[in-house]
């Protein structure tokens, strides 16, 4: 498949540069993949579009303020971006750069009071750093800033909404974005109603912005993102694959994390408790194991992310309902509306 197939147009006055005053405000376009049909709604309505004893799977992964700098040469004037990607170990990081050409193995970047050396220089600008002087979260909270997606253009954004109400474990440098329609109310609204809630993490990260510059979509290849899936979840998600109870995911993340820990087991699909990393790609063609539903925004052309929500229905019946929104006035990606595809 060409990656130029997952293109589409989408003028700019589309692209969503504030969050809906109130979270589950945000419009609803709802998509069942049996029949075809498309048609719309409010999030704060989710209820209707469940089952008694449905099985719903969040990311509380939490935003950091990944984004901090530095400068060399105690020249303030010379300044380098670091983009930190993920911890390995305490104080050393991977991190993306920039200017990545001025940043060579043995280069040391300085900051107030923390400075950080460069101990591996990998590609795509990708470098690892050794912090020392400062814990480097401590770091972040005093001089780092919250990454949001370049083609947000507003300066006097509350970063707050770009964070779940549930987030609870720092690591992400990208916000799990179906997850920002939910409030408190209506989760336990959904409790109420015998909607079981289960969470697990993935920390997104390169893996979910990176862009694809392959030709074709199968030479593309996933950056390693971080997850954890608790005890709790494979109870609760296989008991619900034995009862045929349907397994629904908030967002892209908590598909990847999911189908990446499917195993076939006595007859039907199952997962297992696991921390690690992740780089599985799902696009079309793939062959969901786990997830039966998914609520998810509207994405980048030719993204990864799109490839996997054409995977789940069919490129044919996505678009035509990108195509629906767009024609009438959906706002889309990070704080824009969502889809739930059934």
Known sequence: MLVSEFDYNLPKELI??????KRDESRLLLL??????????????????????????????????????????????????????????????EALSRPAKKLKLGVIIKFKNAQAQILECKGS?????????KDVYKLMRE?????????????????NRYQTVYAQKEGAIAAPTAGL?????LLK?????????????????????????????ENHKMYFEEFEINEKVPQSVNKA??????VIAAGTTVVRALESQAIFNNGYWTIKANNGMTDLYIYPGYDFKIVDAMLTNFHLPKSTL?????????????????EYAIKNKFRFYSFGDVMFVY
């Open 32 to 93: 069942n993949r049996q029949t075809g049909e498309i048609t719309e709604t409010v999030f704060k309505n989710i209820l209707n579009c469940f089952h008694q004893n449905d099985l719903l799977i969040l990311n509380e992964t939490k935003v950091i303020p990944a984004r901090i700098f530095g400068y060399l040469d105690n020249k303030p004037d010379r300044k380098i971006e670091l983009l930190l990607l993920r911890e390995i170990e305490n104080n050393l990081w």
């Open 143 to 159: 001089q780092g800033e919250v990454a949001l997606p370049p083609y947000i253009k507003s300066k006097d954004v509350d970063v």
């Open 181 to 185: 329609h939910f409030t408190p109310e």
């Open 306 to 322: 799109l490839m996997l929500v054409c995977a789940f229905a069919s490129k044919e019946f996505i678009f035509n309902a990108y």
């Open 125 to 133: 600008g990708i470098r690892i750093v050794q912090f020392s002087g």
């Open 241 to 246: 694959k034995m009862e045929k109870r349907r």
């Open 189 to 217: 609204e959904l409790e109420n109603n015998g909607i079981e809630i289960q969470k697990i993490i993935l920390h997104s990260g390169f893996g979910t912005f990176r862009p694809v510059k392959e030709e074709l979509v």
């Open 16 to 21: 969503a540069q504030y969050p809906t005053k």
